[in-house]
Nanobody, 114 residues
């Protein structure tokens, strides 16, 4: 079992920055990927960024060059640094861990005002 707790959401103006954190606990060594997803009102949940145990990172095209996923050497927490934010980045952001199963955090709200 893996437990995930996100923090760092809030309201920011367009062009601003926020950093989200995801703290993992439990069977951390079983995790192979850590990812950030987001879900905007009326839309499906979408992958934002991911990082593997080897440190390989990947991003949705919509956030490349603006968002950076990283982690501590201890694998947790995992961070999502969001810069040059846009109103379309407004969503609930979820942390996701891929192990033998997939685990989700409770989500943290991010709102970007124009």
């Amino acid at each position: 079992q893996v437990q995930l707790v996100e923090s760092g959401g809030g309201l920011v103006q367009a062009g601003g920055s926020l950093r989200l954190s995801c703290a993992a606990s439990g069977s951390i060594l079983s995790i192979t990927h850590m990812r950030w997803y987001r879900q905007a009102p009326g839309k499906e949940r979408e992958l934002v960024a991911g990082i593997t145990n080897g440190g390989y990172t990947y991003y949705a095209d919509s956030v490349k060059g603006r968002f950076t996923i990283s982690r501590d050497i201890a694998r947790t927490p995992v961070y999502l640094q969001m810069s040059r934010m846009k109103p379309e980045d407004t969503a609930v952001y979820y942390c996701n861990a891929v192990a033998f199963n997939q685990y989700w955090g409770q989500g943290t709200q991010v709102a970007v005002s124009s």
